[in-house]
């Protein structure tokens, strides 16, 4: 289920599976209906982005993207032969796992659920989380 931040669809499927009571209404269910759900979840320390969220995964990937960024950060304030070489293998890493093609993918991904290309770079605290999120 597809929709804008905070109008109900959390509710609506806590609703349809029975972990809601509906504030009006009724849930009709066909006899022998069967229905799987897997419960929204977050984290109460997520990263820092929707699209590192996204990208994380990929776990391999994301670990070469976190050193890269690290090693970046380093270089910022103390340059070194050797950070730059941590920096340079990671970017070689990241590279041969398709780190640039999983980003894409995941911002194309995130852009056809509805965001927006400025929110990919907002915190996921900023999404409603059905409610459940700061």
């Known amino acids: 289920m597809v929709g ?8 609506l499927l806590n609703a349809i599976t029975g972990q809601d009571e509906a504030d009006q209404g009724q849930i009709i269910t066909p006899k022998n209906f069967r229905m799987a759900f897997l419960p929204q979840s ?22 070469y993207k976190t050193r890269m ?3 970046l950060k380093a270089m910022e304030t103390a340059y070194s032969e050797e950070t730059f070489e941590a920096y340079e293998n990671a970017l070689r890493l990241y590279e041969t796992h398709g780190g640039y093609q999983s980003e894409g993918l995941a911002e194309q991904v995130l852009l056809g659920l509805g965001f927006k290309e400025n929110q990919l770079e907002a915190s996921p605290l900023t999404l409603s989380g059905g409610g459940a999120c700061g």
């Open 4 to 11: 804008a931040n905070g109008q109900g669809k959390t509710t």
């Open 42 to 63: 977050f984290s109460d320390t997520p990263l820092p982005t929707i699209l590192s969220e996204c990208i994380s995964g990929h776990e391999l990937v994301y670990q």
């Open 69 to 71: 960024d690290d090693s």
